[in-house]
């Protein structure tokens, strides 16, 4: 039986403490008090964690794009009937919402299986 997704998925909370602990552990305060140079004991420099806060924003952008096609995409299968393929369906929607094109015979609608 396949689990819930979505809000109904009691599993997700569970995400919470390592998503809150991954920005506690980022913020210079914290961090120097644990990260230290392994030989000297000196704290990581606070403009080498600002860089690396920095970089987690870099794919932003890509992943909020990604989302809003996975949303289009199962609003679409979870709709009224098509009379069209699934495959037929996620190339319209992956080249009308994605930044990156279709590529024949990749298990897409699989992947997406892997969230239920």
Known sequence: MPKPGGTRCATDFAEVPSILMEYFAT?????SQFARHYETGQPLPESMVARLCESKKVCGAADTQLQIFYAVLDQIYHGKP?????????KDMQQKFYGLPYTPNTPWVG??????
């Open 27 to 31: 913020d210079y305060r914290v961090i």
């Open 82 to 90: 098509q009379d069209r393929s699934t495959t037929e369906i996620l």
């Open 111 to 116: 992947y997406l299986e892997s969230y239920r």
